[in-house]
């Protein structure tokens, strides 16, 4: 298959690249491979913010607990 020139040169495409092939819609796209190393990099970023957010809410649910008899009628 040949890629057009101004297309591997603004896509950065070399010869010898791999490249995977996709349809959507009708319409076939290309992209680069998924590799082991993207994947789980993506996955390791994810992980990290997942107990960024984890803190995040245990911190808002303490201070909301701290909070509950504040509320007028509120009874436990």
């Given at each position: 298959?040949?890629?057009?020139?101004?297309?591997?040169e603004r896509r950065s495409i070399k010869g010898g690249d791999e490249i995977e092939f996709v349809e959507v819609n009708d319409e076939i796209i290309h992209k680069p491979p998924t590799d082991e190393e993207?994947?789980?990099?993506?996955?390791?970023?994810?992980?990290?913010?997942?107990?960024?957010?984890a803190k995040e809410l245990e911190e808002a649910?303490?201070?909301?607990?701290?909070?509950?008899?504040?509320?007028p009628g509120w009874s436990e």
């Open positions: 298959m040949t890629i057009p020139k101004a297309l591997r993207r994947l789980a990099e993506g996955y390791r970023k994810r992980a990290e913010r997942s107990r960024e957010l649910s303490a201070e909301a607990t701290g909070h509950l008899g504040d509320a």
